[in-house]
């Protein structure tokens, strides 16, 4: 990995210093995160600052990540947060689970007897990409809030109207200055974090074919029909990808290709924060 990767645009300073002027005015916080790099897409400098009132981590495009590294997560996780929900968001059956989920959790309940203005409040937070707006778009019913297939579409923080008795305040998807671990930066970006014109495509390419064949050694010769080719040569893979796609030398547009199928699920179900067959699940 060559590239140092780091995004943190002005809109993003002036949200935090927003985010902690509004804490006073919420009830609780869902941070939404990838499910398949919940770990990842955790913000630390924000969970900091909500943690002052409970917080409910969201796991979003369940649909997408792996089954076993989720629970795994789960397990390790699981008293760190009022609560642990899963959902994706573009499926409203799922945001019905989620709130399923939600009101049955006995914190939330507590919460709720407890509280009492009509409606409940609630910050929403995540990082870019990871789904947040479409998720509030379902449980306001209507497009509301912003939505893309990119990162940094929100600049703005306002209150959304549910059909559910909650308000939520969004926010726009928030890194944090800088990233002391380039393996976190990259895992964003291959997740769509960071915008893609400020990335090496083919650097995360790489580093993506190595996490698969170590991890899921049978996906990439699945997906692209590949029957040989080295598993231990990131290098020699890209360069059978891109042949095996009709793009000669274009390891450009091969390396995004790969991208944009790992982001659509074309691989199948992967998590990139990987625990290990030997992760004990207790």
Known sequence: MTQQIQWFPGHMAKTIREIGEQMKLVDFSLEIVDARAPQTTQNPQIMEMIAVKPVFLVLNKIDLADPRQVTKFINKNKDKFSGILTT???????????????????????LSKNNTAANLKALVVGTP????????????????????????????????????NLVF?????????????QEIATKIGILGGIKDNLLASDDLA??????LQKNYPTAIA?????????????????????????LRQDFESASQRLI????????GLISLDFYGDDYLDN
């Open 222 to 246: 699945t997906r692209y029909k590949i029957s040989h080719f080295p598993l231990d040569n990131p290098i020699a893979a890209l360069m059978s990808i891109t042949s095996q796609l009709g």
């Open 260 to 267: 944009n199928d790992f982001r659509s699920g074309k691989f």
């Open 88 to 110: 994706d968001a573009k499926m409203g059956v799922l945001s019905k689970d989620f709130l399923r989920q939600l009101k049955n959790n006995s914190f939330f309940a507590d």
């Open 206 to 211: 790489l580093w993506l074919i190595s996490f």
């Open 129 to 164: 990409n990871v789904g947040k707006s479409t998720f509030i778009n379902h449980l306001a019913g209507k497009n509301i809030a912003r939505t893309a297939n990119k990162p940094g579409v929100t600049h703005f923080l306002y209150w959304i109207r549910t059909r559910y």
């Open 169 to 181: 305040l969004d926010t726009p998807g928030l890194l944090w200055p800088k990233f002391e671990d």
